[in-house]
T-cell receptor, first 113, second 113 residues
Framework: AQSVTQLGSHVSVSEGALVLLRCNYSSSVPPYLFWYVQYPNQGLQLLLK??????LVKGINGFEAEFKKSETSFHLTKPSAHMSDAAEYFC???????????FGKGTRLSVIA | GAVVSQHPSRVICKSGTSVKIECRSL??????MFWYRQFPKKSLMLMAT?????????EQGVEKDKFLINHASLTLSTLTVTSAHPEDSSFYIC?????????FGPGTRLTVT
């Protein structure tokens, strides 16, 4: 069975500060890993995905994530937070690119001016 | 990527009535669609996998007679909440799958009064 743990249901950073959202996974096979962003009352938008290629994955809006097998982690980072980054972020895992996703509980990112 | 729409975006209905939610793949023929449910401040929970031309596969604990899914064509899947009750109030999101990833609709907010 697969699972995802997102540490911290709420993260608050100052505008311009580093964003770090933590995600740890559990999977019996090499996983596919995803980060999604959700704005209020909207669907999910894919930020980036790991599919067993490069361990450092760059996504949209300046976000990136690094797959660390030894730590079973896939943390999301952005060097400098913008006000527009305030949203809910979900880490997800699947067995392949086209099987159902198992989501973490989400982390709400607040950006303070 | 695929573009997915949902209709309606918001619906309010009385307890005991049925509500139909449509999920359309606008530019991709989807043999598989997924239906998720999201509770307030909670993660997304996979409800069922919708397969074109065959019966949907429901996740454990999801009542198939209450949440009727019909995937009649490669571009349309519908979720009907039958005899809705206030506890069915939630945000329902569908996704379309291609060979590599899922694309999410904007979601439907259901409120049962």
């Amino acid at each position: 069975a697969q699972s995802v743990t997102q540490l911290g249901s709420h993260v608050s950073v100052s505008e311009g500060a580093l964003v770090l959202l933590r995600c740890n996974y559990s999977s019996s096979v090499p996983p596919y890993l995803f980060w999604y962003v959700q704005y209020p009352n909207q669907g999910l938008q894919l930020l980036l995905k790991y599919t067993s290629a490069a361990t450092l994955v760059k996504g949209i809006n300046g976000f990136e994530a690094e797959f660390k097998k030894s730590e079973t982690s896939f943390h999301l980072t952005k060097p400098s937070a913008h006000m527009s980054d305030a949203a809910e972020y979900f880490c997800a895992v699947s067995l392949s690119g086209n099987t159902p996703l198992v989501f973490g509980k989400g982390t709400r990112l607040s950006v303070i001016a | 990527g695929a573009v997915v729409s949902q209709h309606p975006s918001r619906v309010i209905c009385k307890s005991g009535t049925s509500v139909k939610i449509e999920c359309r793949s606008l530019d991709f023929q989807a043999t598989t669609m997924f239906w998720y449910r999201q509770f307030p401040k909670k993660s997304l929970m996979l409800m069922a996998t919708s397969n074109e031309g065959s019966k949907a596969t429901y996740e454990q604990g999801v009542e198939k007679d209450k949440f009727l899914i019909n995937h009649a064509s490669l571009t349309l899947s519908t979720l009907t909440v039958t005899s809705a009750h206030p506890e069915d109030s939630s945000f329902y999101i569908c996704s379309v799958q291609d060979a590599y990833e899922q694309y999410f609709g904007p979601g439907t907010r259901l409120t049962v009064t």
